[in-house]
């Protein structure tokens, strides 16, 4: 039997749209055990016949996953991303960004539709491909677009609001009984999954079993390897025992603490169970994997502990996957083991695997050792890394080396490098040498390289050789060439000619040339071809817009309204989601040829199709012209339709409106509120914090932030330091850390003044936030506490933040007389978390 909780009704809401034949995406966040999964099986179920349910895995999940979505994806298909960072993030290596893209495009397509794709992640992986760095690249930016507004955060433990349901269900199943009886802080689905057993059993562990989980625990979370190599278990648990309790081990220790750890348990399956390899796919290495809950566990126990030497060492012997080894590089680097990370990143390279070279080149440039720093540049280089190239090049120029610089690129070339080739060609024409030139130019023509078939046709296209330049984009066959080919079309073909090829470019999403084209049909006096053009992308434009999230709820209305005046004052209320280039401007020609009203039909079939943008313009129009009561006839229609914008609109005017009934009011905002708008949780909680109904604000703003709307909760901890209420301010951060993360303690600590500030951070480094000890640590040094700072910079460095213990080192080698702390700038630390010697 099931009991269900909020988290539930959300994600039958995108359900029954897939169903209902609207493709959607919905993503549980939780931690382990906390019942994401079984709140996909739940949902899935109602779907309707003909849908078959997928789960991409061999031969990798993100390469199973880019296969299908190339091949085509069913309609009538869930797909269920268990673990998504397997597929759109780290995890995924070099397919990440692909299988992102493709998801987008599969949802956008309603021709491939309908697909319902249901994902779980952890939290901690879920910040990682959500939120947008502050500092270096941007790595996930098409999976930050497919998942923006897809979360549904699922708590770690039931509620009161839900206990009447599990106590009628209890009376009926013993075991819900028995957990509702026994499980701590309400966390009902990790007892059902045996996670306590599996923690007394870890916790009971002998020595040496002990040690296995703990290596496979730091694989796991530093490597993302799932499934744990035996040699590998073997080779790095001596480093996990003391002494004493290696010398206490017998001769079969091994044998011993594997079978311990393997044995089932409880009715659940080991610490450590075995993957049984399919027909055909396996290399005879015996492989495990970590219990999920005890993944989970690994990761806040160990969260401040670097892995021993053994680590390090049997992860380079006995792993061969680059994106795992690449994994661990960042990993040793983050912890300033450079050495290490210089010996992963170069076991990469070796493998042919260049993503990771310039990292290498730029630690061994750190060390003041440009010429290894130059010998991987040419490595990579010469394997095919085309930023390597540019910059090894650029430095045989700079050193007037000539001649190496042509040696290099004829290397590349002649190994069939598409961007050296070009390079080459370039070279060659520029020195006279055009049969040369143009035999490289003929290998580029056929190199299948995009990018490179881009820039060769640039170069043609300055020639003033449009011929051959557009064979080339036709050969690059990309988006980018569609929309260049129109540009050329425009340029030099008929007037079909230049339609088609704006027709094929916005086919492939590149919308400028079709704009430009029915603005060009406007300016010459040709409105029917402008209205022509201008409906076509509408149509695109719209189609695409239904099939993003419906559940964002997300609507920029929080200014206080009291009539239709100001709904429709466009300096009082930002415009809401939906305007585009096509339907404005289609509306703006219509009213130039046909009359001012004219526009009115187009936007209110964009409005009857959920389009909010075209729904406020009508409504302006209408009160424009004297028919405010018409709009306001309109804004009550859609509200009675359910359209979000309406419904939330008439929500707002009522809060805010002194004359209005509270308790329709009130009942109107939590209709608001069920129908996911978030601004709707903010207004109740403005009612109950004015009420001085401290506990219910708070319910009302950790609901809003749950649906990833925060604004509610920061104004509530905002109010509260400002009346001095620091105590509670911090409650309710604490309570919005258990289910969304550690960020908002995170940013409260950031705001503080050092006094303040320091026992929060003390709070949050014992709660294992593995920022915690960096900031202590620069709050300390501030305070001039020095001897503690550094034990927590290095703390910070074991958790996998080295700048704090930079930072100090750069201070303290000013006025460091036996150089110790030159020494540790210069090489890092061991793996021992001691100075690295020289390397």
Request: charged share 25%; proline share 5%.
């Amino acid at each position: 039997m099931y009991v269900r909780r909020a988290h539930d009704a959300a994600v039958r809401q995108v359900v029954a749209q897939a169903g209902a034949g609207a493709s959607g995406m919905v993503v549980l966040v939780g931690g382990s055990s906390s019942g994401k999964t079984r709140a996909c099986w739940e949902a899935v179920r109602e779907l309707p016949a003909g849908w078959r349910l997928w789960h991409p895995l061999d031969p990798t999940p993100a390469k199973a996953l880019a296969g299908a979505l190339a091949e085509g994806v069913a309609p009538r298909t869930a797909i269920w991303l268990n673990e998504l960072q397997r597929y759109v993030g780290e995890s995924a290596g070099e397919e990440a960004e692909r299988v992102a893209a493709g998801l987008r495009a599969l949802l956008q397509d309603p021709e491939r539709g309908p697909v319902l794709i249901l994902a779980t992640v952890w939290p901690e992986y879920w910040t990682a491909m959500a939120d947008r760095p502050s500092l270096g690249a941007d790595r996930y930016p098409q999976a930050r677009e497919l998942l923006a507004g897809r979360a549904v955060h699922v708590p770690s433990s039931f509620d009161e609001a839900v206990s009447d349901d599990m106590r009628a269900v209890g009376a009926h199943d013993p075991r819900l009984a028995e957990a509702m009886e026994r499980a701590a802080d309400g966390q009902i689905t990790q007892y059902l999954a045996g996670a306590p057993a599996l923690a007394d059993r870890y916790r009971t562990a002998p020595p040496g079993a002990a040690a296995l989980v703990r290596a496979a625990m730091d694989l796991s979370r530093l490597g993302g390897v799932p499934r744990i190599p035996q040699d590998f278990l073997e080779a790095a648990a001596d480093g996990y025992l003391s002494d004493s309790a290696y010398e206490a081990l017998g001769e079969d220790w091994f044998e011993q603490a594997l079978a311990y750890v393997a044995t089932p348990f409880r009715g659940v399956r080991g610490m450590l169970s075995p993957v049984r390899a399919r027909p055909g796919a396996s290399d005879g290495t015996a492989r495990f994997l970590l219990a999920d809950y005890l993944d989970q566990t690994g990761r806040q126990e160990r969260r401040y502990t670097a892995p021993p030497a053994s680590f390090w060492q049997a992860a380079r012997r006995h792993l061969v996957d680059p994106q795992a080894l690449t994994s661990l590089a960042r990993a040793a680097q983050a912890r300033w083991r450079d050495q290490d990370a210089a010996l992963f990143y170069q076991q990469v390279l070796d493998s042919g695997d260049t993503r990771s070279a310039l990292s290498l080149a730029w630690l061994w440039q750190e060390r003041a050792r440009p010429e290894e720093a130059t010998r991987v540049r040419r490595q990579a280089a010469l394997a095919g890394h085309v930023e390597a190239l540019e910059e090894h090049l650029r430095e045989l120029v700079d050193a007037a080396d000539l001649a190496g610089a042509e040696q290099v690129l004829r290397e590349a070339a002649n190994k069939g490098m598409p961007a050296a080739r070009l390079i080459l060609a370039r070279a060659l024409a520029e020195d006279g040498q055009l049969d040369e030139a143009a035999r490289w130019y003929d290998e580029v023509a056929r190199c299948g390289d995009a990018e490179v078939l881009h820039a060769y046709a640039s170069d043609l296209r300055s020639s003033g050789d449009l011929d051959r330049a557009r064979r080339i984009l036709q050969a690059a066959s990309d988006g980018k060439a569609a929309r260049e080919l129109a540009f050329l079309a425009a340029e030099s073909g008929t007037a079909a000619e230049a339609e088609k090829a704006a027709m094929e470019a916005f086919a492939c999403g590149e919308t400028r040339p079709l704009q430009l084209l029915a603005q060009k049909a406007a300016a010459e006096a040709r409105p029917a071809d402008g209205v022509r053009y201008y409906r076509h992308a509408v149509a695109v434009l719209e189609r695409r817009r239904r099939l993003r999230s419906p559940r964002s709820g997300l609507i920029d209305l929080l200014a206080r309204l009291q009539g239709l005046t100001d709904l429709i004052s466009p300096s009082r209320l930002p415009m809401p989601a939906g305007e585009t280039w096509a339907l404005r401007e289609l509306v703006a020609l219509l009213d130039e040829i046909e009359g001012e009203q004219a526009g009115d039909s187009e936007l209110r079939s964009a409005a009857d199709s959920g389009n909010r943008w075209a729904l406020e313009m009508l409504i302006r129009r209408l009160h424009k012209r004297g028919a405010g009561s018409d709009g306001e006839a309109l804004v009550r229609e859609k509200a009675a339709e359910g359209e979000l914008w309406a419904l939330w609109t008439l929500a707002h005017r009522a809060h805010h409106d002194a004359t209005a009934d509270r308790a329709q009011a009130q009942a109107l905002l939590k209709n608001t509120a069920a129908a996911g708008i978030a601004q709707a949780y903010a207004a109740m909680v403005e009612d109950a914090e004015s009420a001085g109904l401290t506990e219910e604000a708070d319910q009302w703003a950790l609901r809003a932030a749950a649906g990833a709307y925060t604004q509610p909760l920061w104004n509530l901890i905002r109010e509260r330091e400002k009346t001095g209420s620091f105590d509670t301010a911090e409650r309710l951060a604490w309570q919005a850390a258990a289910s969304l993360g550690t960020s908002v303690v995170r940013q409260l600590a950031e705001r503080r003044s050092d006094e303040v500030a320091l026992p929060l951070l003390w709070r949050a480094y014992e709660a294992g936030m593995p920022w915690a000890p960096g900031m202590l640590a620069m709050r300390l040094e501030a305070a001039g506490e020095h001897t503690q700072a550094e034990s927590l910079a290095r703390i910070a460095a074991d958790t996998g933040d080295r700048e704090p213990l930079e930072v100090l080192a750069g201070k303290r080698a000013c006025d460091d007389p036996d150089g110790n702390w030159r020494v540790l700038l210069a090489n890092g630390l061991t793996a021992q978390g001691t100075t690295a010697p020289p390397w």
